[in-house]
């Protein structure tokens, strides 16, 4: 495997249900991030980690909940979503989360359906 | 706050066709450039970058862009398209900020290329 991996590529959930995205990064990277694409709306940033610790929660509600346990993975638990919450969530890795020349990664997405 | 502005949503070109995708920032201070793009179904892959120094860069697949500070513009060239460039773009400007570092996308131009 090389590059960023996001693990399910489309998940289809109720609102009361609880389910995690996963993604893995294969670069050797440091930091690792959460971005939100809805339709018709730039990227948005959710959560950015530096070495496994989280810098960045760009006001994202408590029904996300990331969890970075070492610097190749990187989860989003998601529980009680709302419909507005269907999007595609993209994971990217770059070699130093404090420096903006870096390049991100990005990984497929995990296409999500809230119903 | 920095922001980007892509003031195309679709543009059609023919193939064999030149092309230019429009962008305008926003940013107080020297801004890091970049432009990405996205198949359908896939993640974002970096095109091209600017940091500093020559303000014409050149990128992946035949792709430049040109860094106008004076027009607060960084917008992406190709001088003949070919149908597999069909996908959708991105410019974003990075920063570093509150100790991580960020990117602010645009919303995106779509293009699509007429065989």
């Known amino acids: 495997e090389t590059g960023v991996t996001q693990t399910p590529r489309h998940l289809v959930m109720g609102m009361t249900n609880k389910k995690s995205l996963k993604c893995e990064q294969h670069?050797?990277?440091?930091?690792m991030y959460w971005y939100k694409q809805s339709a018709k709306k730039p990227l948005e940033l959710m959560f950015v980690y530096n070495f496994k610790e989280q810098t960045e929660n760009n006001s994202v509600p408590s029904r996300f909940s990331p969890e970075c346990p070492n610097s190749s993975h990187l989860f989003l638990h998601l529980h009680t979503l709302q419909p507005e919450d269907s999007a595609l969530y993209l994971c990217?890795?770059?070699?130093?989360?404090?420096?903006?020349?870096?390049?991100?990664?990005f990984g497929e997405g995990s296409r999500l359906t809230v119903l | 706050a920095q922001s980007v502005t892509q003031p195309d949503i679709h543009i059609t070109v023919s193939e064999g066709a030149s092309l230019e995708l429009r962008c305008n920032y926003s940013?107080?201070?020297?801004?890091?450039l970049f432009w990405y793009v996205q198949s359908p179904g896939q993640g974002l892959q970096l095109l091209l970058k600017?940091?500093?120094?020559?303000?014409l860069v050149q990128g992946i697949k035949g792709f430049e862009a040109e860094f106008k500070r004076s027009q607060s513009s960084f917008n992406l060239r190709k001088p003949s398209v070919h149908w597999s460039d069909a996908a959708e773009y991105f410019c974003?400007?990075?920063?570093?900020?509150?100790?991580?570092?960020?990117?602010?996308f645009g919303k995106g131009t779509k293009l699509s290329v007429i065989p």
């Open positions: 600017y940091f500093s120094g020559d303000t």
């Open positions: 974003a400007v990075g920063n570093s900020g509150a100790g991580s570092y960020q990117l602010t």
């Open positions: 670069l050797g990277h440091n930091a």
């Open positions: 940013y107080g201070a020297t801004p890091y």
């Open positions: 990217a890795s770059s070699q130093d989360g404090t420096s903006a020349t870096g390049e991100l990664f």
